[in-house]
């Protein structure tokens, strides 16, 4: 995905969190002004239930983000990271 000027995206993961929950917090996360999400599948090659179907969650702030929206962003996390365990931040990338 190209990311145009101005725009951050990071790439975070929850370990172990299955496919739906992560369809959720990509859904809630996307009712965030400014804010764009979405999914990537898991690097397995086969099917294992103790593995996740998603390898992680992107999230993308447009130029209509601001810090409050930022803010929502990080509280939206840190409800899933109560409720799942802690996540991992793989990558962000600035351009």
């Known amino acids: 995905m190209q990311i145009s ?3 951050f995206k990071d790439e975070i993961e929850f370990p172990g969190l299955p496919l ?4 959720e917090i990509a859904a809630h996360l996307q009712q965030v002004d400014g804010v764009e999400t979405g999914l ?3 690097a397995y090659q086969q099917f294992d239930y103790s593995h ?3 390898g992680g969650l ?5 130029q ?4 409050v ?3 929502r962003v990080a509280q939206i996390l840190a ?10 931040k793989l990558n962000s990338a600035v351009e």
Do not use: D
């Not at 739906?20 to 369809?23: L, T």
């Not at 992107?58 to 447009?62: E, F, K, S």
């Not at 209509?64 to 810090?67: E, K, V």
């Open 69 to 71: 929206s930022r803010e």
């Open 40 to 42: 990537y599948p898991a």
């Open 64 to 67: 209509y983000a601001n810090s």
């Open 79 to 88: 409800y899933y990271q109560n409720c799942y365990g802690a996540f991992r």
């Open 58 to 62: 992107w999230i993308q702030y447009n």
């Open 20 to 23: 739906a929950v992560y369809r």
């Open 5 to 7: 000027q101005n725009q």
């Open 52 to 54: 996740s179907q998603i």
